[in-house]
């Protein structure tokens, strides 16, 4: 399963969940801190 984590969550969930064999990702990793929620969803 794919994940997207967004910013009021923990970067630590999304290596939680990679650890537990998902495809997991931070916001912060793609360099998404600030953008609106609609540019993350493209």
Known sequence: ???LIDM???PKLAL???EQ???AVHVLQL???R???LDILK
């Open 16 to 18: 939680w969940l990679a």
């Open 21 to 23: 064999g998902h495809d």
């Open 31 to 33: 360099g998404f801190d």
């Open 8 to 10: 009021p969550l923990s």
């Open 1 to 3: 399963m794919r994940f």
């Open 35 to 37: 953008a609106p929620d």
